[in-house]
């Protein structure tokens, strides 16, 4: 029996073997990162002091995922931190992927007065602050906010977000211009903090 041309030329083999096992990678690595997780790196100090510059995150997918294979559009909850695409993005411009706090929903009306966000809806029809939820164990959103005189109404398919360092201008976000975030270019909500190893955080 004539042994097989790959046989006869084991370098050949080799390489043959290199560049499927290299596709396999690429094409899993793909997968995760579409279906499964992403990781981002935090840049700046718009979520002082929850996260830092420089810390890692992990992005969880699956929410996403099974919202498309279910064919229903997806909503963060409330008060998680996401990762989303910067909608104003510009090449060369400003960061691509931003992370932000959740805040309000399509038809919430969201107020800065005198310094304190207010959400209004129907369980709230008077206005409540969220952030109180979310202030413990020396993290959360600082206070007074900026954005003075803010009264918006979250436009459908949208969600209002912002980051917890909302003193001054130290967060671009749904009250200094950003505006709204379309639910489409949400990467997903952040599930792990991994680095600095000595600060590992599940959220």
Do not use: C
Request: glycine share 10%; net charge neutral.
């Amino acid at each position: 029996m004539q042994p097989s041309y790959l046989t006869r030329h084991p370098g050949l083999k080799d390489a043959v073997s290199f560049v499927g096992f290299i596709l396999l990678v690429f094409v899993g690595t793909l997968l995760i990162n579409t279906f499964i997780f992403r990781s981002f790196s935090v840049q700046g100090h718009s979520m002082d002091p929850t996260l830092a510059d420089g810390q890692r995150l992990i992005v969880n997918r699956l929410p996403i995922t099974a919202s498309q294979l279910g064919n229903k559009q997806y909503f963060p909850e409330r008060g998680q931190i996401i990762v989303f695409k910067n909608p104003q993005f510009v090449i060369g411009s400003m960061d691509e992927y931003i992370v932000k706090r959740v805040i309000a929903f399509p038809g919430e009306r969201v107020t800065v007065t005198d310094g304190v966000l207010k959400v209004y809806n129907a369980e709230h029809p008077t206005g409540y602050e969220p952030d109180l939820a979310w202030r413990k164990d020396g993290v959360g959103p600082k206070s007074p906010s900026s954005g003075e005189g803010l009264d918006t109404t979250v436009p459908d398919n949208t969600v209002f977000v912002s980051g917890d360092n909302r003193i001054d201008n130290n967060s671009y976000d749904s009250r200094t211009g950003l505006g709204t975030i379309p639910t489409f270019d949400i990467v997903g909500p952040v599930s792990l903090r991994i680095y600095p190893f000595n600060n590992v955080h599940a959220f």
